[in-house]
């Protein structure tokens, strides 16, 4: 099932700052992406865990260090990235999503 992703790009003033007032540097495109997934997703949470261990592939499902599980189910993907320009945007959110199959929209 392809599942949707919204995808826009976040305009960066020259002193870094998006137009909320949020900072962020300059350097590379910032690019904002949301998608509600039709079932529950089971994400490994590289990003969101909080122990100070280096995860790698060896502490899925659960944390060597801390024990804890480092997976989280979402219902929903919000997040930004970096990237060059749009495809490469979406290039790095499919890798990301790995087992999601995209569609990108505006
Ligand atoms: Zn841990």
């Known amino acids: 099932m392809k599942t949707k992703v919204y995808l ?3 305009r ?3 002193g870094g700052y998006d137009r909320p007032g949020s900072y962020w540097g300059t350097g590379q495109p910032l690019y904002y992406f949301q998608a509600d997934l039709p079932d529950t997703y089971s994400h490994t949470i590289w990003q969101w865990h909080t122990c100070d261990a280096e995860l790698t592939a060896a502490d899925v499902p659960s944390c060597r260090n801390c024990g804890r599980s480092v997976k989280r189910d979402l219902n929903e993907i919000s997040d930004y990235t970096r990237a060059n320009d749009r495809n490469h945007a979406k ?3 499919q890798a990301k999503y790995s087992t999601l ?3 990108f929209y505006r």
Do not use: A, H, S
Request: hydrophobic share 40%; proline share 0%; glycine share 0%.
């Open 91 to 93: 290039e790095i959110i």
């Open 101 to 103: 199959d995209l569609t």
């Open 8 to 10: 826009r790009r976040v």
């Open 12 to 14: 960066i003033n020259n």
